[in-house]
């Protein structure tokens, strides 16, 4: 699988960003899915996962309430949108597969989101 994260920018505290991850190969479909933040000097975290089919999702207590992962199969496509954001949601993001699923795909390029107080 490989993956492209697309959606980043720079956005003022308390605006709203939609991520994109472009998935190529059939395994994206079967795979419990994520999407993950380093910010500078930080280790790589995640920040929401939704299984397989899409019918169940959890996300980390600093995003929740405010960020929504979805997917589209068909289209072999993952989501995130991050409405009220907040400088420290400040990072480089990520699309891979869910730690659950206890393998990581070679990771993209991933998507520069900049929060401005």
């Known amino acids: 699988v490989q993956l492209v994260e697309s959606g980043g920018g720079l956005v003022q505290a308390g605006g709203s960003l939609r991520l994109s991850c472009a998935a190529s190969g059939s395994a994206f479909r079967r795979n419990a899915m994520g999407w993950y933040r380093q910010a500078p000097g930080q280790q790589r975290e995640l920040v929401a996962g939704?299984?397989?089919?899409?019918?169940?999702?959890n996300y980390a207590d600093s995003v929740k309430g405010r960020f929504t992962i979805s997917r589209d199969n068909a289209k072999n496509t993952m989501s995130l949108q991050m409405n009220s954001l907040k400088p420290e949601d400040t990072a480089v993001y990520y699309c891979?597969?869910?730690?659950?699923?206890?393998?990581?795909?070679?990771w993209g390029q991933g998507t520069q989101v900049t929060v401005s107080s």
């Open positions: 891979n597969a869910d730690p659950s699923t206890g393998y990581l795909f070679p």
């Open positions: 939704i299984t397989s089919g899409g019918g169940r999702t």
